[in-house]
């Protein structure tokens, strides 16, 4: 069994069990799978939270006074 996260169209997270990838191809062409809160048919797999979180980068510090490099009395002098 392999479990999903699903979502809707309409942004409604959830999940559900398949025998195998295959049910789930199956089961989404044959329009089986509906969100339990709008009943949307429009679902698909949702991106796993792991890879939604990479990609933004952590802002680089920078002096609060000249938004860049250091003002000369901060922390952020090169
Ligand atoms: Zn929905």
Redesign the pocket.
């Known amino acids: 069994m392999i479990r999903y996260s699903l979502q809707?169209?309409?942004?409604?997270g959830f999940e559900e069990w398949f025998d195998s990838m295959a049910e789930y191809d199956r089961r989404a062409a044959a329009g089986d799978l509906a969100?339990?809160?709008?009943?949307?048919h429009e679902v698909a797999k949702a991106i796993s939270a792991p890879n939604v979180a990479r990609g933004a980068a952590a802002p680089a510090p920078a002096c609060p006074a000249t938004g860049g490099p250091g003002c000369g009395r901060c922390a952020f002098d090169a």
């Open positions: 809707c169209a309409d942004g409604h969100c339990p809160d709008c009943g949307s």
